[in-house]
């Protein structure tokens, strides 16, 4: 079985701060791992994925994770943070032959002016 | 990219009043998926149907039905909706190039 814990389920950031939500998993086999984006009134969006390869992934609207196994941790990070980021992010994990997500509770991310 | 759509977005109904949610993709996909989104839970999933008349529980499938009888939809059924079912539900669907599910737009259920 997975699980996500999402540490934070509010961060609130300067225009152009680093953005840093914290993503850790429980699993018993390796895992996929998965941030998506819900801004206010819309359904989910990707921003990136985990599968296999490259431990450091790079996502959409710049943001990127990388994936650590002796952390057991997947944090989403954006160096510069806009305006446009505002929104709710969840971390998702799941088994490579379950396709069944567990999501993590969300952050909502806030970005001041 | 893969299109999932819901109807209705926006659902307000009465305890106890049958309602069916539809979902629909455009691409032959033969994983969908049911989740519902709650304030501080994230989204967990319903029902799962891995392809044409093959349906599976989630993790919370009490109070809920789904059917598959053909491969674009999956509507999910409230035989008689209660207050605790009041949510946000998204429909899934798996695109199997890039093994990444894709969200609908969501439908907003409130029951009183």
């Known amino acids: 079985a997975q699980s996500v814990t999402q540490l934070g389920s509010h961060v609130s950031v300067s225009e152009g701060a680093l953005v840093l939500l914290r993503c850790n998993y429980s699993s018993s086999v390796p895992p996929y791992l998965f941030w998506y984006v819900q801004y206010p009134n819309q359904g989910l969006q990707l921003l990136l994925k985990y599968t296999t390869g490259a431990t450091l992934v790079k996502g959409i609207n710049g943001f990127e994770a990388e994936f650590k196994k002796s952390e057991t941790s997947f944090h989403l990070t954006k160096p510069s943070a806009h305006m446009s980021d505002a929104a709710e992010y969840f971390c998702a994990v799941r088994g490579v032959n379950d396709y069944k997500l567990s999501f993590g509770a969300g952050t909502t991310v806030t970005v001041r002016a | 990219e893969a299109q999932v759509t819901q109807n209705p977005r926006y659902l307000i109904t009465v305890t106890g009043k049958k309602l069916t949610v539809t979902c629909s993709q455009n691409?032959?996909?033969?994983?969908m998926s049911w989740y519902r989104q709650d304030p501080g839970l994230g989204l967990r999933q319903i029902y799962y149907?891995?392809?044409?008349?093959?349906?599976d529980k989630g993790d919370v499938p009490e109070g809920y039905k789904v059917s598959r009888k053909e491969k674009r939809n999956f509507p999910l059924i409230l035989e008689s909706p209660s207050p605790n079912q009041t949510s946000l539900y998204f429909c899934a669907i798996r695109q199997k190039s890039t093994d990444t599910q894709y969200f609908g737009p969501g439908t907003r259920l409130t029951v009183l």
């Open positions: 691409m032959n996909h033969e994983y």
């Open positions: 149907s891995m392809n044409v008349e093959v349906t």
